[in-house]
């Protein structure tokens, strides 16, 4: 009896048509398992895994797994990038105007999916990047904490 597998990570990168390297590995296995990590958090956590690795070859892999579509980059404003693992629901991000935290959002609620654009302009459209700006909790209790 052999209960239905999920692929290795090793797997899914030669099924998305990459060469695997064991620091390819290592790399998905870090952005999963982080929160919307910066390069510099994804290169920590490979070098924890596999030993020395180049921040170039961290930001040639991470390049080549966006673009495969097995880890999304998001961007903010005044931010450098982060890496995360949730793919494919086109999610959004909250962030911290203060600390830079990063927090998944799902679609508004209540509402057609963010994807429905009210005039496409005749475009296919496959993604939406919507980003909350605000205050996380704790930056909110700093400056209260200050406040006269
Ligand atoms: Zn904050
Ligand atoms: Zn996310």
Request: aromatic share 4%; glycine share 10%; hydrophobic share 40%.
């Amino acid at each position: 009896m052999s209960a239905p597998r999920t692929p290795t990570t090793a797997e899914e990168l030669r099924g998305a048509g990459l060469r695997v390297t064991a620091a390819r590995v290592a790399l998905l296995e870090t952005v999963r398992d982080g929160d919307h990590l910066d390069a510099e958090a994804v290169t920590s956590g490979v070098r924890d895994r596999v030993g020395h690795i180049s921040l170039q070859a961290v930001y040639e892999a991470l390049h080549a797994l966006t673009a495969a579509g097995l880890i999304r980059r998001i961007e903010p404003a005044g931010s450098p990038a982060r890496f995360e693992g949730r793919v494919g629901d086109n999610h959004h991000h909250i962030v911290c105007r203060s600390c830079g935290v990063v927090a998944d959002v799902d679609c508004a609620v209540g509402e057609v999916p963010c994807l429905s654009a009210s005039d496409t302009h005749g475009f296919s459209i496959d993604e939406a990047e919507v980003i909350y700006w605000g205050l996380c909790p704790a930056c909110s209790a700093a400056r209260g904490s200050r406040a006269p």
